[in-house]
C-alpha cells in the first residue's frame, strides 16, 4: 500500500463516543406511544431554537425534562418558516445530542513507531498548534494561502477569523455544488437571486411546475405546507423527472423525460406560449427587455423538435404550456435548489426564469413574491485586511459571474501546478463532509494531500476528519448559542437559538472555537466581546429588543417597510439589470462573451450496458449529516437502488438483490446496494438516495449501509459562466458479484 504524507487515520474510540445509551434514545418518532415520552409540560423547560439539519433553519422550541434530559423539539408558531410545525429531520435532531458516536474531544494528528494516530489534546494545545501552523504559512506563503469551506452556522464565526487573518477564500460548498447557477441565471434575468428560502408563493398558485425539484423528498418545511395546500385546492402540478417522485405522485402531469434533455423541453414550452399568443402581454410589454429576440430565438424549438430530444411528446409539451398559461401570473416554475447537473445549468436556469418572466409570474402573487429582511447591526471591529490574491487568481478569465467563491475551485487551485499563482496551504472544514460533498473524489484527496494543514470541525466523526491534523469537536446546536436568524421571508423576523443543555464531553460551540483561535492569532480586535451573549443583546438592543426577551418568545416578527411583496397594477418597477428591465435578452452575459439566450446543447449518452446516475433525498435525512442520527437512521438505514424492470429482466436481477456498482471511469463502489425493481424510474437510469455508504467505522449506523454516489460522481461538467459542478454526467453498470477490493475504514 502506497505510503502518502497524510493517512487516513482508523479511530476505534479516541474522540468518538464510547458511552453506551442506557435509556431510549428520544424515540419519540418511531414509537410515540412510548412511556418515554409520558412528561408533564408544566414540569419541563423549554428552550427557543433553530433548526441547523437543513438550511431551513425552522425556529422551534426544545423541551428538557425535570432533569434536564432533553425531551423533544417542536415549531414556534410564530414563524414564517415553519407555521410551528417541524418535519420528521427536525423532531428527530435531538439524535444529535444524544448520539454516542459523536466526537468528544480535540485530536492531533501524530506519528509513532513510523504510523500516524491521532492523540487526544486539550482545547489550549489543539488551538496553539493551529495558530502557529498558520503563521508559519502566512510568513512563507502569504495569508491569502488559507481557506474557510463552511456548511452551517460556525462560517459566519470562523469566516471572521478568516478575513481578519488576511484571506477572503470562504465558500459554502453548496453554491458551486447545488444552487449557484439558479443565483447567477435569476440575477441575469431579474437582477436579484432567489436566496432561501425561495420566495415561492406556492399556497395562491393555480399552477406549479417542478422541473428537477422533489418537493415532499427534499423537505424544505414552508413548501411541503403550502404544497399541501395547493394539492388541497385542486391546483394543477406538472412534475418533470424521469423518476416517478413523491411529487409525481400529486401530479396532473408526470412527464418522465430522457435525463439531459430538460432546456429542450424548456425552449419548446417558450415557444408554444409565445406562438399561440398565451403570454402576459401587458407584463411583458412593461417589464421586459428582449422580447422580439427571444422569439426569433424559439422559432426552431417546436414541440416536434422537443419530442426527438425529451421523448415527452408534442401534444403533451402543448397542454401542459397551455396549463401554465390558464394559471397566469399564478403560476411557478420553480427554480428547484440542487441545480449543478449537466454543465450548462446557469443557462437551464435562465430557460425556467424566462419563462417564469413571460408568464407574468415575477413579483406576482401566486408566483414570487418579493422578500424581506433586517440586517442586525456588528459591534464595531478593524477593517479587514485586503488580501493580495483571491481563487479567482488562480481561475484567470474563468468563471467571471460567480459572485461568491467555489468550493470546487479552491480544491483545485490547493494542488500545485507549475502556472499556479497562489496554492492553498491551509483549509478549515466546519460542518461539511468535503468527501463526500465535492465531486471527483480522487482530485479532493490530492487537494488533501498538498496541505500543510486542514482543521476538521464538527460535531461527528465524519470521512474528513480521518483526513485532518486536528479535529475540534463542536458542541451540537441544541447546546449553544449562534448568531441570530434573520433570512427573509415574506415578512422580516428574528430567531434566537440558545442552548438547552450544557454541551457534552469536551465539546465546545463554534463562537468560542472561533474567538480563542482569533486571540491565539493576534486578532482579538476582531471578536469585540467575551462572550456571544454580550453580542446577541447589544444587536437585540438595537431593534428595541433584549436577549431576555427573545428568550421568551424564540421569534420576533416584524412589519414590512413597504408594502411591496407583489407588483400592483401598472406599478413602475426598476429591476437591477443593465437595461432597468426584466432582461429576456441578457446584456450581462452578452457583455462576458456568452449567449444572451440559452440555446440547448447534447449531452453525453450512456455506453451499453451503462445508465445514468441519478441521485436524490429522502425525507428524513439531510445529506451525510443525519445518516447516522440514531432518531434518523431507524426510518431509513440504508439507500437502495432504482431499476426498471426492463433493465432489471435483461440483466436477471431480482428484488432485493445485493450488487455494486462501476463507473465509467472503472471507480467501483465501496459497498453494495440492493435493486429496488419499480417501473418509477426510466430504463435509461438508476435512482439511489445521496448519503449513504460511508466508509468510517465509527459512524456505527452508518457505516457499509448502501452506496455513496460521490464515489461514483468522478466526471464534472463544469459551468462556464460560473463554475457549477455539474455531477450528473456519470454513468454506472452492475457488478452481480463482491469485487476483490478492500474497502478502506
Same mark, same amino acid.
Given at each position: ?9 482508523k ?5 468518538? =463516543?464510547t458511552?453506551?445509551?442506557?435509556s431510549?434514545?428520544?424515540n419519540?418518532?418511531?414509537n ?34 425535570? *432533569?434536564?434530559?432533553l425531551w ?29 458516536d ?6 492531533i494528528?501524530?506519528?509513532e ?28 506563503f ?6 474557510l469551506?463552511?456548511?452551517?452556522? =460556525? ?22 455544488q ?8 435569476? $440575477? ?33 418545511n ?8 395547493? $394539492? ?17 405522485s400529486?401530479?396532473?402531469?408526470? %412527464? ?7 432546456l429542450?423541453?424548456l ?10 399568443d398565451?403570454?402576459?402581454k401587458?407584463y411583458?410589454?412593461?417589464?421586459t427587455?428582449g422580447f422580439?429576440e ?5 422559432q426552431?424549438?417546436?414541440?416536434e ?17 397551455r396549463?401554465?398559461?390558464a ?7 420553480h ?31 401566486g ?8 440586517k ?6 478593524p ?7 483571491t ?10 459571474l460567480?459572485d461568491l467563491?467555489?468550493?470546487?475551485? $479552491? ?6 501546478t507549475?502556472?499556479?499563482?497562489c496554492s492553498?496551504?491551509?483549509w ?10 465535492l ?25 474528513i ?17 449562534d ?7 415574506k415578512?422580516?423576523?428574528i ?15 463554534a ?5 480563542? %483561535? ?6 482579538g480586535d476582531?471578536v469585540?466581546?467575551?462572550d ?7 444587536q ?7 436577549l ?18 407583489f407588483?400592483?397594477e ?20 452578452e ?21 445514468r ?10 445529506f ?14 440504508? *439507500? ?19 450488487v ?5 471511469d472503472n ?8 435493486i429496488? $425493481?419499480?417501473?418509477r ?18 459512524l ?34 452492475f ?11
Amino acid at each position: 500500500m502506497k505510503t502518502t504524507r497524510r493517512d487516513f487515520i482508523k479511530i476505534s474510540s479516541i474522540g468518538a =463516543g464510547t458511552l453506551a445509551v442506557t435509556s431510549p434514545v428520544m424515540n419519540f418518532i418511531t414509537n410515540p406511544s412510548g412511556d418515554d415520552n409520558h412528561v408533564d409540560e408544566t414540569n419541563s423547560k423549554r428552550y427557543p431554537t433553530y433548526c441547523e439539519i437543513c438550511f431551513w433553519k425552522c425556529a422551534g422550541w426544545t423541551y428538557t425534562k425535570e *432533569n434536564g434530559d432533553l425531551w423533544k423539539i417542536t415549531g414556534n408558531e410564530d414563524d414564517l418558516h415553519s407555521n410551528g410545525r417541524f418535519c420528521p429531520r427536525g423532531t428527530g435532531g435531538v439524535g444529535m445530542y444524544n448520539d454516542p458516536d459523536r466526537l468528544q474531544t480535540p485530536l492531533i494528528r501524530v506519528e509513532e513507531n513510523g504510523k500516524q494516530v491521532f492523540k487526544e489534546a486539550s482545547w489550549d494545545e489543539a488551538l496553539d498548534f493551529i495558530a502557529n501552523k498558520m503563521k508559519a504559512v502566512g510568513k512563507e506563503f502569504g495569508n491569502e494561502c488559507v481557506a474557510l469551506f463552511t456548511h452551517g452556522s =460556525g462560517g459566519k464565526f470562523f469566516g471572521n477569523v478568516i478575513k481578519a487573518f488576511g484571506s477572503n477564500s470562504i465558500s459554502a460548498p453548496s453554491y458551486a455544488q447545488c444552487r449557484g447557477p439558479r443565483e447567477v441565471g435569476f $440575477i441575469a434575468t431579474f437582477g436579484q437571486g432567489i436566496g432561501s428560502p425561495e420566495p415561492t408563493d406556492i399556497q395562491d398558485s393555480k399552477c406549479l411546475v417542478l422541473i428537477g425539484s422533489h418537493i415532499g423528498e427534499n423537505m424544505h418545511n414552508g413548501q411541503v405546507q403550502e404544497f399541501s395546500k395547493l $394539492i388541497d385546492k385542486k391546483g394543477t402540478v406538472i412534475t418533470v423527472d424521469p423518476r416517478f417522485s413523491t411529487a409525481a405522485s400529486k401530479s396532473k402531469y408526470w %412527464l418522465p423525460i430522457k435525463p439531459a434533455t430538460d432546456l429542450a423541453l424548456l425552449l419548446a414550452w417558450i415557444h408554444v406560449i409565445i406562438n399561440e399568443d398565451l403570454y402576459d402581454k401587458a407584463y411583458v410589454e412593461k417589464y421586459t427587455y428582449g422580447f422580439e429576440e427571444l422569439k426569433a430565438h424559439v422559432q426552431q424549438n417546436t414541440p416536434e423538435w422537443a419530442y426527438g430530444i425529451t421523448t415527452i411528446e408534442p401534444h403533451v409539451i402543448r397542454e401542459t404550456a397551455r396549463e401554465m398559461a390558464a394559471a397566469s401570473p399564478a403560476v411557478i416554475i420553480h427554480p428547484g435548489r440542487h441545480v449543478t447537473w449537466y454543465g450548462d445549468d446557469t443557462q437551464r436556469l435562465r430557460a425556467v426564469a424566462i419563462l417564469n418572466a413571460i408568464l407574468g409570474s415575477w413579483g406576482r402573487r401566486g408566483g414570487f413574491y418579493f422578500p424581506e429582511g433586517i440586517k442586525l447591526k456588528n459591534m464595531p471591529i478593524p477593517k479587514y485586511p485586503k488580501p493580495k490574491k483571491t481563487w479567482k487568481d488562480a481561475h484567470p478569465g474563468k468563471f467571471k459571474l460567480a459572485d461568491l467563491a467555489l468550493a470546487s475551485g $479552491i480544491c483545485d487551485a490547493t494542488i500545485p501546478t507549475p502556472d499556479e499563482s497562489c496554492s492553498y496551504k491551509v483549509w478549515i472544514v466546519n460542518g461539511t463532509n468535503l468527501t463526500s460533498t465535492l465531486p471527483n473524489r480522487k482530485n479532493t484527496i490530492a487537494a488533501i494531500e498538498a496541505l500543510e494543514l486542514m482543521v476538521v470541525v464538527d460535531t461527528m466523526p465524519a470521512e474528513i476528519t480521518g483526513y485532518a491534523d486536528v479535529v475540534l469537536p463542536e458542541c451540537t446546536y441544541l447546546e449553544r448559542y449562534d448568531m441570530m436568524r434573520t433570512s427573509k421571508h415574506k415578512s422580516p423576523s428574528i430567531a434566537l437559538r440558545m442552548p438547552a443543555a450544557e454541551p457534552k464531553f469536551n465539546t465546545k460551540p463554534a463562537w468560542w472555537i472561533a474567538k480563542e %483561535l482569533a486571540n491565539k492569532l493576534g486578532l482579538g480586535d476582531y471578536v469585540p466581546y467575551n462572550d456571544i451573549t454580550e453580542l446577541l443583546d447589544w444587536q437585540l438592543k438595537k431593534v428595541d429588543s433584549s436577549l431576555e426577551e427573545m428568550k421568551k418568545i424564540g421569534v420576533m416578527k416584524l412589519e414590512r417597510e413597504f408594502d411591496d411583496m407583489f407588483i400592483t397594477e401598472g406599478e413602475d418597477v426598476e429591476f437591477n439589470t443593465n437595461t432597468g428591465k426584466i432582461e429576456l435578452y441578457s446584456t450581462s452575459l452578452e457583455e462576458e462573451g456568452f449567449d444572451p439566450l440559452p440555446k440547448y446543447t447534447a449531452h453525453p449518452e450512456p455506453a451499453e450496458g451503462f445508465y445514468r446516475l441519478n441521485y436524490g433525498r429522502a425525507p428524513m435525512h439531510t445529506f451525510t449529516r443525519t445518516i447516522n442520527n440514531p432518531n434518523l437512521s431507524d426510518l431509513m438505514d440504508e *439507500n437502495s437502488l432504482w431499476v426498471n424492470p426492463k433493465t432489471a429482466k435483461e440483466w436477471e436481477l431480482e428484488n432485493g438483490q445485493e450488487v455494486w456498482l462501476k463507473n465509467q471511469d472503472n471507480i467501483i463502489s465501496s459497498f453494495s446496494i440492493k435493486i429496488r $425493481i419499480t417501473e418509477r424510474i426510466r430504463w435509461d437510469s438508476v435512482y439511489m438516495v445521496h448519503g449513504f455508504g460511508q466508509t468510517d467505522k465509527r459512524l456505527s449506523r452508518a457505516y457499509g449501509k448502501g452506496v455513496n454516489d460521490t464515489e461514483l460522481i468522478s466526471h464534472v461538467a463544469y459551468d462556464p459562466i460560473m463554475g457549477g459542478t455539474g455531477m450528473r454526467s456519470n454513468f454506472v453498470t452492475f457488478l452481480t458479484e463482491k469485487p476483490k477490493t478492500e474497502v478502506q475504514a
